[in-house]
């Protein structure tokens, strides 16, 4: 079995720790504050969905960022939660805020399911599987007689008003991101965070010194799964309609791989870049071009950060401090040789 401990933080003074997180907490503050303040319905919905999709990369950003698997399927994950939590209503009545954790462990499992004999495989041929597996499980769900195939599931809405039922959802979306967010910043700071850094930058080599790779793996997915599920599950009583082509749109999980590479794959400050970035910038490029056209846009830009930046933005960002900080130790070096001198 896998021990889980965290890693000694840096040197850095606590006020140093504080400079650093004091934008992020503050963000989240004026986030939260927003919520209560806010009456216009379309940005509540906007923001919320920003927040899903947050969630999802966050998740996704488990195995995919930090442990380098290109995983094209977290759809699979985000739909079965959904269908779960709608399901469970359309035959028991049981409302989604109550089964949403039950399709996260359901999505969990499918996700350990799948997990174990396709994260034996590596490179472009996991890719590709997590893409036929997708197709599938839309066409299962599509023939399938309690899910209703192609007629889909309609949910009850809620006794809210419409401005109440968009501060619901932007809080608990908040909140899942919120967590997310947490989670994958205490797997960063964890051994089983260098885990999956080392199953990417040489799988080989970790298995060599004694990472028990295949399980690191299968843990990572099931996290991503049951994220996904959940999330999934509140989006149906948010939707109150789902159906399979929808639910299992291959453009939600092409949407989480883009905003995690644009925002920077494997830290955890990525996705909170990417996603609000690539949802405004979709937004702007689906007012003028075809869905078609967005998504040549969107490949090229990928192509462009892959060749230009291939760490993303945070990865830029990084690049440029570590090249202020050698500055400034250069700058140092120079003037205590400079004092050196004088002296003598």
């Known amino acids: ?58 998740a996704w950003n ?46 969990a499992a499918l996700a350990l399911l799948i997990g174990i004999p396709t994260l034996r495989i590596r490179g472009a041929y996991f890719a590709l599987i997590t893409l036929i597996i997708t197709f599938a499980v839309q066409i299962l769900v599509l023939d399938m007689p309690f899910t209703q195939g192609a007629l889909g599931i309609y949910l009850q809405p809620l006794s809210l008003t419409p401005l109440g039922v968009e501060r619901l959802f932007y809080y608990l979306f908040l909140a899942c991101a919120a967590l997310v967010t947490l989670l994958v910043y205490a797997i960063e700071h964890s051994n089983f965070g260098w885990a999956l850094v080392a199953i990417r930058e040489d799988e080989d080599a970790a298995e060599i010194i004694g990472i028990r790779t295949v399980e690191v793996k299968w843990i990572a997915n099931c996290l991503a799964g049951f994220v996904a599920g959940v999330v999934g599950g509140l989006y149906a009583q948010r939707i109150l309609y789902i159906e399979p082509t929808g639910t299992f749109a291959f453009d939600i999980s092409l ?40 998504r040549a846009i969107f490949s090229v830009i990928v192509i462009l950060i892959a060749l230009f930046i291939p760490g993303g933005i945070m990865g830029l960002w990084t ?11 250069a700058g140092g070096t120079q003037g205590a040789r400079a004092d050196e001198q004088s002296v003598q």
């Not at 401990?5 to 504080?18: D, K, V, W």
């Not at 949407?255 to 990417?274: C, E, R, S």
């Not at 690049?319 to 130790?329: H, I």
């Open 62 to 107: 488990i195995l995919g960022g930090y442990g380098g698997y290109l995983n094209f399927g977290m759809v699979t994950f985000f739909g079965v939660g959904a269908y779960t939590s709608a399901v469970l209503f359309q035959y028991w009545e049981i409302s989604p805020f109550l089964t949403a954790p039950f399709a996260g462990i359901t999505s």
């Open 255 to 294: 949407n989480v791989v883009l905003m995690a590479v644009i925002g920077g794959a494997g830290t955890w400050q990525g996705p909170l870049i990417g996603a609000p970035l690539v949802l405004l910038v979709a937004d702007a490029l689906r007012v003028t071009f075809t869905s078609e056209v967005n």
């Open 1 to 58: 079995m896998l021990s889980l401990f965290f890693l000694p933080s840096t040197r850095e003074s606590a006020s140093g720790r504080i400079y650093r997180r004091a934008p992020w907490l503050l963000a989240l503050s004026v986030l939260a504050l927003y919520g209560v303040l806010g009456r216009q319905l379309f940005l509540l919905s906007t923001l919320g969905t920003v927040f899903l999709y947050i969630a999802l990369t966050q």
């Open 319 to 329: 690049r440029w401090g570590r090249g202020r900080a050698e500055k400034a130790a």
